[in-house]
């Protein structure tokens, strides 16, 4: 389960909102002052992010929360969106570089467009699974415990 806190800041019914930042991994460093990416990433502010979370635990705004999210989950995502493109370009390459030696086509940027081609219809078939998948209760947060 991979772990974050977050603050409550609405609630309606059985769910609730709750707001987490998004640290960089700068920001946990003991050398932050003396390192340049350190400096960088003080520089830029950290991003909120917020999630709906079906909750029967007794909370108020303001309350500090522990939310997790199943590594299953986490390790499904980041397949599809890194492996779908990479499948779909390959498949696009062979079949570009397959099409020149049958002499289908005559120039080798044609397949180099093909391979593109593959790789963007991979993008398109990654975020039309996540978006189906999205509203599916496995793939949300849970609400773990309250801190105070």
Known sequence: MIEEQAQVIAIESDFITVEGIVKSTCSGCQQ???????????????????????????????????????????????????????????IGSLLGQFLVEQQIISHELFALLIGILGGGLGFYLARRQQSKLLNMPQWSPILLKIIN
Request: charged residues 20%.
């Open 32 to 90: 932050l002052d003396s390192c340049g990416s350190g400096q960088v990433a003080k520089a830029f502010p950290h991003k909120k992010t917020t999630y709906l979370i079906s909750s029967d635990k007794p909370v108020k705004i303001g309350d500090r929360v522990l939310i997790g999210l199943s590594e299953k989950v986490l390790l499904s995502a980041a397949w599809q969106v890194y492996m779908w493109p990479l499948i779909g370009l390959f």
